[in-house]
C-alpha cells in the first residue's frame, strides 16, 4: 500500500507532464474502445437489418449482390425488374413456406411538404400485398398518440390508398387523412403523371428501411409506373432453411433467365466484406494511436526516474532493494495506463454517437440503425489491455532504475 501512495506522489510532482501522458493513453483507448464498439455494433445492425426484412431469400433480375442488399437494407432501388411469369413459376415450389411479390420504384413528391425543399425530394414508393407482407414482418404496427389517430393498411384493390413509414410521414409532417402527391416518369411514357393519395396508416418507428418507405398496392404500383404484371423482387421463407435445402432451391431458380436467387446470408458476407478494407485502415490508426501512447509512457517515467536520481540512490543506500524501486516505479507506469484507460473509456462512451455520425458520413455502410455498440464487455477488454500495456511499457524504465548503484545514482542526482 505504501508503495502506491509513494507512486502517487511521484506522479503528482509534474501534473502537467502526467496529465498529457494520461491523454494520450485515453486517446489510444477511446479509438480502440469505438473501433470495438463499431465491430461489435455493425455486425449487430447487419443482423438486425436482415432479421427485420423479414424473408431468408430473394429472388430479383440479375445484377449486383451488393445493390441488391443496398436496394433492401436502405429502402432503394435499381432499375431492373422480374419477368411477369417468375413470381407464378416460384410460387409453386413446395419447399416454399411463404412467398410475398414487391415492387419498388422511385416517385418525386411535390408540394405534399411544408419544407422549403421538398420540392426536389424523392420517395421510395413499395407496391406491397398486405396480407403476405406482414406474414413477413408481423410486428409492423401502427403509430399511435399525439397527432396520430392509429391506421390500418389500404385494401388491396385500393388505387389511391397509402401507408407511410415513421420517417417518410416526420419528413413530410404527414398523418393519418391527409393527401400524398407523387410524380413518376412511367416506363415507355414522355410525361411524367402525377397521382395524389390518401394517407390511411402510418407505421411506427423500426429502426429498418421500411420507416423511409410509403407502402401502395401493389397493382397500384405496377400500374402507375406502367409496368403490369412486373416485380422488383420476390420475399421467400423456406420450411427448412438448412445449407443443403438452400442450395437446392437456389439450383432449382438460378436457372430461369434474368434471375438470381440471393440468401439473406450472402448479402450478410457481402456487406461484411465491403466494409472490411476499412476496417484495416482503422485498425491500422488504432495500433498507431497505442505506440504512441506507450512511446510517451515510456518517455514519461523515465524522465521521472532521471530527475529523481539521487532520491532513489539515497532510498536503496538506506536499505531498499532492488525489487522495491521496480515495483515502485512499475506502480506509478501501470497507474498512468489505468487511469488513462479510464478516462479513454469515459470519451468512448461519451462520444459513441459522434463517431457513428463520423463513420456514416465516410463510408456507405448500407444499413440504417445504430453501428456502435460499446458493451462491458468491450470496455473491460479494454481497461486489460491498458493494463497489458502498463506492464511492458513499465519494464524498461523499473530495470532502469532498479539497476542503480547507489554511490553512482546519489553522485549524479547532486551533480
Known sequence: MRFISLALKNLFRRPVRTALTIAGVA?????????????????????????????????????CPYEAATMMLKGGTGLLYLPADTFAQVHSDPEILSITPIFIGIAEKQGSSIREDSSSAFAV???????TFLEMKPWLEFQSGTGFDGGKWFSPD???????????????QRKVGDKFLATVSPYGQAEPVSKEFKIVGVLKRTGT???????????????FFNRPNQLTILGIKLKDFSGGNLQEFESRWIKLPEVQVVSLEQVKSTLVMLIGTAQVM???????????????????ILMSVYERTGEIGVMKALGAFRGDVFQLIWIETLGVCLAGSIAGGVIALGGAHLTEKAIKAVIDIGIQGSIVTITWPVLLGAFAGAAVVGFFAGLYPAWRAASMLPVDAIREGIG
Not at 158 to 172: P, S
Not at 282 to 300: F, S, W
Request: hydrophobic fraction near 55%.
Open 27 to 63: 486517446l489510444a483507448v477511446a479509438v480502440a474502445v469505438s473501433l470495438a464498439g463499431f465491430n461489435l455494433g455493425y455486425q449487430q445492425a447487419i443482423e438486425r437489418s436482415i432479421d427485420r426484412l423479414g424473408f431468408q431469400v430473394m429472388i430479383m433480375a440479375k445484377g
Open 125 to 131: 414508393l413499395t407496391g406491397v400485398e398486405p396480407k
Open 158 to 172: 385500393a388505387t389511391d390508398e397509402v401507408v407511410m413509414g415513421y420517417e417518410a410521414a416526420t419528413y413530410e
Open 209 to 223: 428501411q421500411d420507416d423511409g418507405t410509403v407502402f401502395l398496392p401493389i397493382k397500384t404500383a405496377q400500374a
Open 282 to 300: 482503422i485498425v491500422a490508426v488504432t495500433v498507431i494511436a497505442i505506440l504512441v501512447a506507450i512511446i510517451g509512457v515510456i518517455n514519461t
